[in-house]
């Protein structure tokens, strides 16, 4: 069964920096293309970033610049750095897969991590 696990959410002040992983278990990690989304309150859900099985990445508009996406076959593991923090950056992130090795805009993912707070707050 896939797993995904997600750790190094909490509470950053605006300016600050945090990275996200996201462990996955259960299939072969290398083949598939992953990504991480956001759901702040009251918000519908966003795509943030995704990365194929060749490193090539996709960031929403918001976030380029500042988020990079990143992983490590070897270890199961996919990364978020999150840098420049803003409030308006404050969600619970997901970490996701998706059925194939290169994301497309009408790809949904087929797995989801738990999710992990982050907030953004003097």
């Known amino acids: 069964q896939v797993q995904l696990v997600e750790s190094g959410g909490g509470l950053v002040q605006p300016g600050g920096s945090l990275r996200l992983s996201c462990a996955a278990s259960g299939s072969i990690f290398s083949i598939y293309a992953m990504g991480w989304y956001r759901q702040a309150p009251g918000k519908q859900r966003e795509l943030v970033a995704t990365?194929?099985?060749?490193?090539?990445?996709n960031y929403t508009t918001s976030v380029k610049g500042r988020f990079t996406i990143s992983r490590v076959n070897a270890e199961n593991t996919v990364y978020l750095q999150m840098n420049s923090l803003k409030p308006e950056d404050t969600a619970v992130y997901l970490c996701a897969r998706f059925a194939s090795g290169a994301w497309r805009p009408d790809l949904e993912p087929d797995y989801w991590g738990q999710g992990n707070q982050v907030t953004v707050s003097s």
């Open positions: 990365i194929s099985v060749l490193g090539r990445t």
